[in-house]
């Protein structure tokens, strides 16, 4: 149940191309759920997050898609860039931060926008 | 300090030798994380600090593991007797009073290989 289960390990598209990676949970309880991007060498950076109590956002050419019912949210990169090539993570965690400080992340997908 | 301070960046150890890994948190920030990606894997949760006080410490794998947090700033994450299975790589976050998991900064991590 604390799971999130994230597909595909690994995703290639050409420049300008829209890359949709996507995540499932269990657990009802989650109730904040952030994208990270990671590049060769660097820590993982928050990319952009969102609750339940909406079905989508935007943050310039980053949008997360939410769907309650079905337990799923996925990333969408709209015009995407050479530079956009790295690692993504889903997360998911619950109790507003105060009940508890850890996220629970999926295991990454690999992306590579080709020129 | 302008981010989260890891070191070392890469440590190569043999299999039964313990090591040190640091992390300097931003300055300010009272919260703490501990995290190990392995190759293929998600972020998995170690320990979580507040202050010098360790409320979770509910991932880490094995009592041969241990983590302390001095002057509410450094934290040292100790694995001793190392075992192959010990690769991975480490990272340290921090996080501002009352962001707790909003306000993550992740370092770059210190890459440890058992050979």
């Known amino acids: 149940q604390q799971q999130v289960k994230q597909s595909p390990q690994s995703l290639i598209v050409q420049k300008g191309g829209i890359p949709i990676i996507n995540c499932a949970y269990e657990?009802?309880?989650?109730?904040?759920f952030p994208w990270y991007q990671q590049f060769p060498g660097k820590g993982p950076a928050l990319l952009i997050a969102?609750?339940?109590d909406v079905s989508e956002k935007k943050e310039g050419r980053f949008t997360i898609s939410f769907n309650k019912s079905a337990k799923q949210f996925s990333l969408h990169i709209m015009d995407s860039q050479p530079g956009d090539s790295a690692t993504y993570f889903c997360a998911a965690s619950w109790g507003g931060g105060g009940a508890t400080n850890k996220l629970i992340f999926g295991t990454g997908t690999l992306l590579a926008v080709q020129p | 300090g302008a981010g989260v301070s890891q070191s070392p960046s890469n440590k190569v150890t043999e299999k039964g030798k313990d090591v040190e890994l640091r992390c300097d948190p931003i300055s300010g920030h009272t919260a703490l994380y501990w995290y190990r990606q392995s190759l293929g894997q998600g972020l998995e949760f170690l320990i979580y600090?507040?202050?010098?006080?360790?409320?979770?410490k509910s991932g880490l794998p094995s009592d041969r593991f241990s983590a302390e947090r001095t002057g509410g700033s450094v934290s040292t994450l100790t694995i001793q007797r190392t075992q192959q299975e010990d690769s991975a790589v480490y990272l340290c976050?921090?996080?501002?009073?009352?962001?707790?998991?909003?306000?993550?900064?992740f370092g770059s991590g210190t890459r440890l290989t058992v050979v």
């Open positions: 969102i609750r339940p």
């Open positions: 657990n009802t309880a989650f109730d904040y």
């Open positions: 976050a921090s996080s501002p009073p009352g962001q707790g998991i909003y306000g993550y900064t």
């Open positions: 600090f507040q202050g010098n006080s360790a409320p979770d």
